[in-house]
């Protein structure tokens, strides 16, 4: 199995920061990484797939970086429909996800 | 648009078999650029992907969980389902099922069910 790890599990922030949510994969997966939310009740929904590029219909202030084994989501600048928990996936094998980073309100 | 439903009992017994299926509206079941999984999410907890079916009926699955686990898919009704054997309360968890979309350098799911919470319990 491929570990992936989240940093950090959990954060405070405010509307308008600038938000950076890392994922590390205990092997490289070259690019297959995939990033979702998912709020309260509901399924996930993709964010970021392949790393970085941006699924249809989400918003700009999204974004997805990395390669080999160290990824990352950035949040631009903060909107209250932002507050939620965001999940990293490997697809390079079977797939695993992280464990989530809850992102709160300050 | 897409849509994926699950449907099945909200509550099954220690060591009976859980059974959902899922059944999808709006799009093909059978192209050859998707295919389509089970993921599951304990009260609380994280993700874990359960296993997955093509529309010729390969699967693929978690092999943490292969040994109690049957996906199938019935492609004239545009229905896949699940099966857990010998449930346990450690199976209690919202099941999603949802489409993965592969291509050469991607893969990912981005279609889901609205999920549907299966509790264990006597």
């Known amino acids: 199995d491929i570990q992936m790890t989240q940093s950090p599990s959990s954060l405070s922030a405010s509307v308008g920061d600038r938000v950076t949510i890392t994922c590390r994969a205990s092997?490289?997966?070259?690019?297959?990484l995939n990033w979702y939310q998912q709020k309260p009740g509901k399924a996930p929904k993709l964010l970021i797939y392949a790393a970085s590029s941006l699924q249809s219909g989400v918003p700009s202030r999204f974004s997805g970086s990395g390669s080999g084994t160290d990824f990352t989501l950035t949040i631009s600048s903060l909107q209250p429909e932002d507050f939620a928990t965001y999940y990293c996936q490997q697809s390079h094998s079977d797939p695993t996800f992280g464990q989530g980073t809850r992102l709160e309100i300050k | 648009q897409l849509q994926l439903q699950e449907s099945g009992p909200g509550l099954v017994k220690p060591s009976e078999t859980l059974s959902l299926t899922c059944t999808v509206s709006g799009g093909s079941i059978s192209s050859s650029t998707y295919y389509w999984g089970w993921i599951r999410q304990p009260p609380g907890k994280g993700l874990e992907w359960i296993g997955s079916v093509f529309h010729t009926g390969r699967t693929h699955y978690n092999p943490s969980r292969k040994s109690r686990v049957t996906i199938s898919v019935d492609t004239s009704k545009k229905q896949f389902s699940l099966k857990v054997r010998s449930v346990t309360a450690a199976d209690t968890a919202v099941y999603y099922c949802a489409r993965i979309s592969s291509g050469t350098y991607f893969e990912m799911i981005d279609y889901w069910g609205q999920g549907t919470l299966v509790t264990v319990s006597s």
């Open positions: 092997q490289s997966i070259n690019t297959y």
